[in-house]
């Protein structure tokens, strides 16, 4: 008798998060400075520290996935993604 192999399913690739687009987004500005306790003048110098501290703790996708949820929450840029682009566009 002949065994059947299991067929293998690999993950779906996850697209490379823009963080370099991200950062420059003012809503981005405003959740480092919300989250790490920095005044918004002195976001600059937080954000790499905040990021690779957020990072090691929640993952990329952590990361972003909490930033996506702040950022809808906030509801203060309707129709925008946490990506700054037009929803529906």
């Not at 954000?47 to 996935?65: T, V």
């Amino acid at each position: 008798m002949q065994s059947i192999e299991p067929i293998k399913q690999e993950a779906a690739p996850v697209a490379p998060i823009p963080w370099g687009r991200i950062c420059g987004l003012p809503a981005f500005e405003m959740f480092v400075a919300e989250r790490s306790g920095r005044p918004p003048a002195h976001v600059a110098d937080a954000m790499r520290p905040f990021m690779a501290e957020q990072i090691a703790k929640l993952g990329e996708q952590g990361l972003f996935a909490a930033y996506g949820q702040w950022h809808k929450e906030k509801g203060m840029w309707p129709g925008e993604t946490p990506l700054g682009e037009l929803e529906n566009a």
